[in-house]
């Protein structure tokens, strides 16, 4: 069966840090990989998906990037935090050639201070 | 452009009655819908889903959700709700021609079932 793992779930950094958060998925391949940030328990936000290694759609501008340097890896980055990129960040991975929808990890609840 | 509107932040019910939470939609070609709910502090956890066929659709717990193309609506209902369905309920819609499976949610409605 298919499972994704992220990590950490929490997480304190101060502005101006960096940030690294990792993503996985067991048991598919080629799935479609997304990072969502969902503010103040509220709705999702899309902000990168990606359909294979090495390619990333950037849905908002921001202070963050993504990576996928493997096929079932995906990396949420930023150089510089900032006191706004705070939240509760979630990837999901979803089966690129099925009508379905996606599948999420337990999410990362991010503050910057 | 796709997109998804949950017109109500919070719905409340009596345990035992009725609930429905309401989702509209917007997109271009055939849409496959979803609804996802989530307690604090975890992961959207799939419900059920639309891709094609019958108009109502039965997912998991209890619930069920009808499509209504006229009125680009995948209300999510179940015919008695339990304490523990309170949680915060996502509707969310994927453009069915593209195979990016880009999956745009609502703004979530919090679901209060009180005793």
């Known amino acids: 069966s298919q499972t994704i793992h992220q990590w950490p779930a929490t997480l304190v950094q101060p502005v101006g840090s960096p940030l690294s958060l990792e993503c996985t998925v067991e048991g598919t391949s080629n799935p479609n990989l997304y990072w969502y940030r969902q503010a103040a328990g509220r709705g999702l936000q899309l902000l990168f998906y990606s359909v294979g290694i090495g390619q990333i759609s950037s849905e908002v501008p921001q202070n963050l990037s993504a990576s996928r340097p493997q096929d079932r890896q995906f990396i949420l980055s930023s150089k510089k935090l900032l006191l706004s990129d705070s939240g509760f960040y979630l990837c999901?991975?979803?089966?690129?050639?099925?009508?379905?929808?996606?599948?999420f990890g337990q999410g990362t609840r991010l503050t910057v201070v | 452009a796709q997109s998804v509107a949950q017109p109500e932040d919070q719905v409340n019910v009596a345990e035992g009655n009725p609930l429905t939470v309401k989702c509209t939609y917007s997109v271009s070609g055939n849409p496959y819908l979803f609804w996802y709910v989530q307690y604090p502090n975890r992961g959207l956890q799939f419900l059920l889903k639309y891709i094609t066929g019958d108009n109502l659709v039965k997912g998991s717990y209890g619930f069920e959700a009808e499509f209504n193309k006229s009125q680009t609506s995948f209300h999510l209902k179940k015919p008695s709700a339990l304490v523990s369905d309170s949680a915060l309920y996502f509707c969310a819609v994927r453009r069915g021609s593209s195979n990016t499976g880009k999956l745009i949610f609502g703004q979530g409605t919090t679901l209060q079932v009180k005793p």
């Open positions: 999901a991975w979803s089966v690129r050639e099925l009508p379905n929808g996606a599948f």
